[in-house]
């Protein structure tokens, strides 16, 4: 589990509000596993799956059904962006060894189970024992040019977004948030596997962790982004393509997250908790290859 540091430190106390959610989701462990074990039990032909509610960027338009997943974001002390992966727990369902990622976190249970729809369930990197960097890092492809800098591949880090209150790019209003596209445990995986992310930082972000008018949203916020970075799985959840922010002038997406292959829009300045039924992973083999959990 990341350390609860000080990300917001304008908002007194945050640490202590932290520790003291984790303590009370604590007190309803028994409940979340309870409901876990019944989905693993139901699922016959794989592990996980079923209804789960995730926070996300909101979809505004479009024949999308829901948000895009966030992925909470830490920092490690070189100022490297990373995806918190949640502890990896093993337990026994009907005789049987299974893991499960999944954690306490912002006042919500966070689980891998958020990012298994549109085949990512199929992904290496969902699995949650694969021993994966956690480390986001440059996609191939972006439409960003600032981005060409970057070697592919290449951890992202918190300088390469240091003009993030003035950065443009001739779409919608400048300052509003630096974008990158980026892959998440997928090193060295090839891109059929490969899970696709978009990262922001954006003053925005940092004024909704401080003042959400929701308190769940705000707790939730200041524990699952940092210095203004939040992220997201970036496949539509209508048929799975890859959008962006501020990747076209037209339907009202300029400032939002555009996917192109039927208009879906988000707002990543719009968090919302949704529920989705989320499809099982394939059968577990050769886990015990890769045991050392949520990676670095
Ligand atoms: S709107 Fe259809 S795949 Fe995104």
Request: charged share 20%; net charge negative; with cysteine.
């Amino acid at each position: 589990m990341p350390e609860n540091e000080d990300r917001y430190p304008a908002e007194s106390g945050r640490r202590r509000f932290v520790k003291g959610v984790v303590g009370a989701s604590a007190l309803g462990a028994t409940g979340i596993s309870t409901a876990l074990a019944t989905n693993l039990t139901t699922t016959s032909s794989g592990a996980g799956g079923g209804a789960i509610q995730y926070y996300g960027i909101e979809n505004t338009d479009g024949p999308a059904p829901r948000g895009l997943p966030q992925i909470p974001v830490e920092i490690d002390d070189e100022g490297n962006l990373k995806g918190i992966w949640p502890e990896v727990k093993t337990e026994t369902v009907n005789n049987e060894e299974v893991q499960i990622a999944e954690m306490q976190l912002g006042g919500t249970t966070y689980s891998s189970e958020w990012f298994q729809y549109c085949g990512v369930q199929t992904y290496p990197g969902v699995r949650p024992d694969t021993d994966q960097s956690n480390f986001f890092r440059s996609a191939s492809s972006s439409s960003y040019d600032w981005q060409s800098d970057i070697e592919t591949g290449a951890q992202l880090t918190v300088s390469d977004f240091d003009d993030y209150e003035t950065w443009g790019n001739d779409i919608g209003e400048s300052g509003i948030g630096k974008p990158a596209q980026a892959t998440w445990r997928s090193q060295d995986l090839p891109p059929q596997e490969t899970i696709p992310i978009q990262v922001l930082r954006s003053t925005r972000i940092e004024e909704m962790a401080k003042s959400a008018s929701d308190p769940a949203v705000r707790e939730w916020l200041q524990a699952s982004t940092d210095q203004g970075f939040i992220a997201w799985l970036n496949k539509c959840t209508h048929f799975c393509c890859v959008p962006g922010f501020k990747e076209t002038a037209e339907f009202g997406a300029a400032n939002s997250v555009y996917c192109p292959c039927h208009q879906s829009v988000y707002d990543p300045f719009s968090i919302v908790q949704r529920q989705f039924t989320s499809l099982p992973r394939p059968e577990d083999t050769g886990s015990s290859e890769s045991s050392s959990g949520g990676g670095e």
